[in-house]
Each structure stands twice: as structure tokens, then as C-alpha cells.
Nanobody
Framework: VQLQASGGGLVQAGGSLRLSCEAS????????VGWFRQAPGKERELRAA????????YYADSVKGRFTVSRDDAKNTVYLQMNSLKPEDTAVYYC????????????WGQGTQVTVSS
């Protein structure tokens, strides 16, 4: 499985961005896809996830109500819509996938930088 992430950029606080994660290869082996982020000096943390076939979602408390994860089956793509962005959302965002849980994902996309200015 290969993951291609895109959509990062610079935005002012209160603004929005949409990240995309396109999967290719043996996508039938994917169970869940998640969005992690890593800020400078901090650990990489899972912020949102969605099951590949179902519609179950997960959101960390810090993004609940502001971020929405969705999936386009036809495009094999998972999106992360980020609204009401805050400076503390600044980080490198990674998409990851696995055939089971996201505790230690087998597949990672390249990071995409999100910078929120105050």
C-alpha cells in the first residue's frame, strides 16, 4: 500500500484547509486510515481516523468539532477537513493505514506541513 498526502499550507487562525490522502496498491488490505500530526519537539499523535469500508470515525478531543475525516471510495482517498484552525494545530500531518488498528501503522504517507498563523 502506498499513501500520498497533500493539501498542507499556510493559513491564518480561524481559517480552513483540507488534506487528502490517496491510497494505491493493495487497498483491499486496509482496515483503517488515520491522520497523525507532529509538532516540533513533540511526539506524533493520532488526531482522526476512519475505517476503510465502514463509516466509523475517531477524533481526538483537541480536534473534535473542528476536523472532519471522510472517504471517497471511487478515488481511494481519505480527506481531513480542518476548520477553525488554531496556531496550536501547526504541525506536520501524516496519513497512515493498517490492516487492523493504528497503534503501529504499517503504511505511512509523506508528511505535509500545516502552519497556522495568529
Amino acid at each position: 500500500v502506498q499513501l500520498q498526502a497533500s493539501g498542507g499550507g499556510l493559513v491564518q487562525a480561524g481559517g480552513s484547509l483540507r488534506l487528502s490522502c490517496e491510497a494505491s496498491g493493495r487497498t483491499e488490505s486496509i482496515y483503517t486510515v488515520g491522520w497523525f500530526r507532529q509538532a516540533p519537539g513533540k511526539e506524533r499523535e493520532l488526531r482522526a481516523a476512519i475505517t476503510w469500508r465502514g463509516r466509523s470515525t475517531y477524533y481526538a478531543d483537541s480536534v473534535k468539532g473542528r476536523f472532519t475525516v471522510s472517504r471517497d471510495d471511487a478515488k481511494n482517498t481519505v480527506y481531513l477537513q480542518m476548520n477553525s484552525l488554531k496556531p496550536e494545530d501547526t504541525a506536520v500531518y501524516y496519513c497512515a493505514a493498517d490492516s487492523s488498528s493504528l497503534r503501529a501503522p504499517n503504511y505511512w504517507g509523506q508528511g505535509t506541513q500545516v502552519t497556522v498563523s495568529s
